[in-house]
């Protein structure tokens, strides 16, 4: 018998986007539909790389399609097409689909380790990313990166680095090591207007930004500078921590800048025999997330593995990809994206939006 393409489609019409709560023949998901005698084959377009629930499509797409009468056999291909936020950057001259920017209340909580493993997973799944080390205090993603220089300059246009899949430029290569950068008011803020336009990122999915800490001039001026998709603000579990972090998620939310979510930065230690110890606390980013109606992303363990590799240039996403902690910065990565890309389709398209957490 003769497999048609309305079959084909009505059996895929049964399938479910979770995030979008729509089939994904409404959603215009299918294409390059061929059948060829009992063969089937598609591609899914998802809106980002990096789904959670990217194997569970394939599998129920898969599945619904060989329930078609006639099918023998069918093959899926998965590919994304990462939606624009739809936000006027004009100070960038190529396509940024989505901007995100990484904060913290306070330094040292691990902000450019959650901004660096974010955007390498992201990288990995095969968005194509951009990381801008913009934490004039303390640029530290470029030791994270094994990055030492930029290549040379095009004219007047910043050339990023590329490193583990994704381009890279830092306030911290644009000046000679040792030299601080003492970039105030006024001066900071045309400073960071300039650089932002200077810098040649090309087509971009997701431009990652690791913002200075705090919610002082530096971090104000950036999040002004360049519209965002969202924030996510990194957090310790003890309280002080979470005091410093609710002043950071009040400067996004007077700004205007959706928040993302909060992640929770050395939750715990696991021992050996595999129990955790909470060594500052416990559920503190959770119930930051729950009592400011934010999103909480997810806790990433203790494990010196995160700092050995910041030192020495290999993010653990990267290295060491089945470790737990690696796992749970692997898991935040999908949340953020999933988050953006319903958030973008949502405002592009009119669709509801409806977060599976
Ligand atoms: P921030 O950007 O907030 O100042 P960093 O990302 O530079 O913080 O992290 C501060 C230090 O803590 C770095 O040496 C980093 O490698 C280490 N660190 C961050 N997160 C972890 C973690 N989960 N486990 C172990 N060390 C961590």
């Given at each position: 018998m003769t497999i048609t393409n309305e079959a084909v489609l009505k059996a895929l019409s049964t399938v479910q986007e979770p995030d979008l709560g729509q089939d994904l023949v409404t959603l215009n998901m299918i294409k390059n539909l061929e059948i060829e005698g009992s063969h089937v084959s598609f591609t899914v377009m998802l809106t980002t790389p990096a789904c959670p629930f990217r194997g569970k499509i394939e599998k129920d797409s898969k599945e619904a399609v060989l329930k078609v009468d006639g099918v023998k056999t069918v093959s899926v291909?998965?590919?994304?097409?990462?939606?624009?936020?739809?936000?006027?950057?004009?100070?960038?001259?190529?396509?940024i689909r989505n901007a995100i920017a990484v904060g913290s209340g306070k330094g040292g909580v691990g902000k450019s380790t959650v901004a660096v493993n974010v955007a390498v997973a992201l990288a990995k799944a095969g968005a194509r990313v951009g990381l801008l080390d913009a934490d004039i205090y303390g640029p530290n993603t470029p030791t994270?990166?094994?990055?030492?220089?930029?290549?040379?300059?095009?004219?007047?246009?910043?050339?990023?680095?590329?490193?583990?899949?994704?381009?890279?430029?830092?306030?911290?290569?644009?000046?000679?090591?040792?030299?601080?950068l003492i970039w105030r008011g006024p001066m900071l803020n045309s400073a960071i207007r300039?650089?932002?336009?200077?810098?040649?990122?090309?087509?971009?999915?997701?431009?990652?930004?690791?913002?200075?800490?705090?919610?002082?001039?530096?971090?104000?001026?950036?999040?002004?500078?360049?519209?965002?998709?969202?924030?996510?603000i990194v957090t310790l579990p003890q309280l002080v921590s979470?005091?410093?972090?609710?002043?950071?998620?009040?400067?996004?939310?007077?700004?205007?800048?959706?928040?993302?979510?909060?992640?929770?930065?050395m939750s715990y230690l696991e021992l050996p025999d595999g129990t955790k110890m909470d060594l500052f606390g416990e559920g503190g980013g959770a119930h930051l997330a729950h009592i400011t109606e934010t999103t909480y992303l997810g806790g990433i363990p203790i494990d010196q593995n995160v700092r050995i590799g910041g030192d020495t240039g290999k993010p653990i996403v990267a290295t060491n990809p089945d470790s737990n902690v690696a796992k749970a910065l692997t898991d935040i990565a999908e949340k953020i994206a999933q988050k953006v890309s319903v958030a973008a389709f949502g405002a592009n398209t009119g669709f509801s939006i409806n977060i599976v957490e």
């Amino acid at each position: 018998m003769t497999i048609t393409n309305e079959a084909v489609l009505k059996a895929l019409s049964t399938v479910q986007e979770p995030d979008l709560g729509q089939d994904l023949v409404t959603l215009n998901m299918i294409k390059n539909l061929e059948i060829e005698g009992s063969h089937v084959s598609f591609t899914v377009m998802l809106t980002t790389p990096a789904c959670p629930f990217r194997g569970k499509i394939e599998k129920d797409s898969k599945e619904a399609v060989l329930k078609v009468d006639g099918v023998k056999t069918v093959s899926v291909k998965m590919d994304s097409d990462v939606p624009n936020d739809g936000r006027m950057r004009g100070l960038v001259k190529t396509p940024i689909r989505n901007a995100i920017a990484v904060g913290s209340g306070k330094g040292g909580v691990g902000k450019s380790t959650v901004a660096v493993n974010v955007a390498v997973a992201l990288a990995k799944a095969g968005a194509r990313v951009g990381l801008l080390d913009a934490d004039i205090y303390g640029p530290n993603t470029p030791t994270m990166l094994g990055v030492e220089k930029l290549p040379p300059p095009n004219g007047p246009r910043i050339i990023p680095a590329e490193a583990y899949g994704l381009k890279m430029v830092s306030m911290g290569l644009l000046v000679r090591p040792g030299e601080p950068l003492i970039w105030r008011g006024p001066m900071l803020n045309s400073a960071i207007r300039q650089f932002l336009g200077d810098v040649e990122w090309g087509e971009l999915d997701y431009l990652i930004i690791d913002l200075p800490p705090g919610t002082g001039d530096a971090a104000l001026s950036l999040v002004q500078a360049l519209p965002l998709s969202g924030a996510v603000i990194v957090t310790l579990p003890q309280l002080v921590s979470l005091e410093d972090a609710g002043r950071g998620l009040n400067m996004f939310k007077k700004l205007e800048v959706p928040i993302l979510g909060i992640v929770e930065n050395m939750s715990y230690l696991e021992l050996p025999d595999g129990t955790k110890m909470d060594l500052f606390g416990e559920g503190g980013g959770a119930h930051l997330a729950h009592i400011t109606e934010t999103t909480y992303l997810g806790g990433i363990p203790i494990d010196q593995n995160v700092r050995i590799g910041g030192d020495t240039g290999k993010p653990i996403v990267a290295t060491n990809p089945d470790s737990n902690v690696a796992k749970a910065l692997t898991d935040i990565a999908e949340k953020i994206a999933q988050k953006v890309s319903v958030a973008a389709f949502g405002a592009n398209t009119g669709f509801s939006i409806n977060i599976v957490e």
